[in-house]
């Protein structure tokens, strides 16, 4: 089974979303246990552009963040993947079954993303996951409706890899990742979970070496294999120790510094748990601003 989106973008498309929303679609269409290959048309507009079609088809005068149009007439009780003869309706010529359309307002989706603290593109993610339940037949006007509706959304967008992750996850991620520690030299074993703004969770552990200087913290692990990936931009990191309490060293202070000075350093051992802002752990930081000074100097 193949689920797909075809986005249309009214203005420049959102750099690293279609993949994202590509993905989502596809655990979406999964977790509801759809059988047949499937897409929804998607319309990225603006405020205007959703305000319009809620006046058309809703008689609402307003702009709102996403609006559902489902070409299968399905319902909380019956939503499609309990109902596959209604999926068959309308074929391409690929023979791929047409889900219905979603508009969404990028304005609305960046004021949400502002207000959350994430990304825009994960933003985007929950918008089109939300889109899409509603076209598979889930509502929220009933409560019961509602959770069923907000626990198939939570399934689909952990799998994308965007989901909600909350503090005791994110040590429970560093303390998984402490168990590949490689610390034959100071049998002190480190891990971390780095989370990035667009909702993915970057583990990394202690790489120690016989020439005792080459060896890497945890902290700079997961944060180097983050770079490396393409996030930039983190909310929080959680690092798990067994023996002792560890803040991070002065290197990766700094090394985290460089891309999140309000980064949230939650450090936990045993059942002992504690938090700060690297602000906090670092006063006084120097950081790209600074360290630009002296290039911007020279010209
Ligand atoms: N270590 C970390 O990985 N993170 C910290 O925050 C403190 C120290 C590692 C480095 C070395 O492998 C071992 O712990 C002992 O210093």
New binding site residues.
């Given amino acids: 089974m193949r689920a797909e989106l075809d986005i249309d973008w009214e203005e420049e498309p959102i750099e690293g979303a279609e993949a994202l929303l590509q993905k989502t679609v596809q655990c979406c269409a999964e977790a509801e246990g759809l059988a047949e290959n499937v897409y929804a048309q998607v319309r990225m507009t603006d405020n205007e552009g959703i305000r319009q079609i809620n006046r058309e088809y809703r008689q609402i005068d307003r702009a709102t963040d996403v609006l559902s149009f489902p070409s299968a007439d399905c319902h909380p009780d019956d939503t499609l993947g309990n109902c596959p003869g209604k999926l068959r309706q309308e074929r391409d010529e690929t023979g791929r079954c047409f889900l219905g359309d979603i508009m969404i307002s990028l304005p609305k989706a960046r004021e949400q993303a502002e207000e959350y603290g994430h990304s825009l593109q994960r933003e985007l993610a929950y918008l089109t996951a939300h889109a899409l339940f509603h076209l598979m037949g889930y509502d929220h006007m009933r409560e019961e409706d509602k959770e069923r509706m907000r626990a198939m959304e939570e399934k689909a967008l952990n799998k994308a890899g965007v989901g909600r992750v909350t503090d005791e996850e994110l040590i429970q991620i560093a303390r998984e990742a402490m168990r590949f520690s490689y610390?034959p030299?100071?049998h002190?074993k480190?891990g971390?979970a780095l989370l990035a703004k667009d909702g993915r969770v970057f583990r990394g552990?202690?790489v120690?070496n016989a020439s005792y200087g080459v060896?890497n913290?945890?902290?700079r692990t997961a944060l180097f294999k983050a770079v490396s990936e393409g996030a930039r931009e983190f909310t929080a990191i959680a690092?798990a120790t067994e023996k002792a309490m560890?803040?991070?060293?002065g290197i990766?202070r700094q090394a985290l510094y460089e891309f999140a000075p309000e980064l949230r350093v939650i450090v936990a051992c045993g059942d002992q748990k504690e938090e700060a802002l690297l602000s906090q752990l670092i006063p006084h930081g120097f950081g790209p601003a600074e360290g630009m000074l002296n290039i911007l100097g020279k010209e």
């Avoid at 560890?246 to 060293?249: K, L, R, T």
Wanted: glycine share 0%; proline share 5%.
């Fill in positions: 610390s030299y100071s002190f480190v971390a552990c202690n120690e060896s913290c945890a902290e690092i560890a803040w991070p060293c990766c």
